[in-house]
């Protein structure tokens, strides 16, 4: 890649679409791009590798009110406990979420056993279970 991109092959480099690099602009979350004489944004390779992190937080799982605070740690070079404390609460997020998942599985796989498979929909015991069922009871447990 050269010195400076366009936004196409920043965006493409980078894994990303135009908009998104764009919004991550407006958010403050990219510079503000330096402009050609034509009036087109130019990268860098570090606005690529920027964006490249971003997307790979996004795919962590991380808000992109979390990666902001990522970003500011890592452009002030921030202390490394608060990068492992915002890990930390992610994968607590994360365990919560896989409980709560685990638990709607294993109420839908024992409805499923419960039904024949076979008959009219009158009496099927998955539509009686999800009518009388409180995911939020099944959670709780």
């Known amino acids: ?61 991380f808000t992109l009110s979390d990666i902001a605070g990522l970003l500011q740690l890592q452009d002030g070079g921030g202390p490394r406990q608060q990068v492992r404390e915002m890990a930390r609460a992610r994968v607590s997020e994360l365990d919560r979420k896989i409980r709560e998942l685990t638990a709607i599985r294993d109420t839908l796989v024992a409805l499923e056993r419960q039904c024949h498979g076979s008959g009219t929909v009158a009496g099927c015991p998955i539509i009686e279970g999800v009518q009388s069922v409180s995911l939020s009871q099944s959670l709780e447990s």
């Open 1 to 61: 890649m050269s010195r400076t991109t366009t936004i196409g092959a920043a965006a493409k480099a980078a894994g990303v679409a135009i908009d998104t690099v764009r919004y991550y602009e407006r958010e403050g979350l990219l510079p503000l791009a330096n402009r050609s004489g034509g009036g087109y944004r130019l990268y860098t390779a570090a606005d690529v590798e920027r964006l490249r992190f971003i997307r790979q937080a996004k795919a962590l799982g």
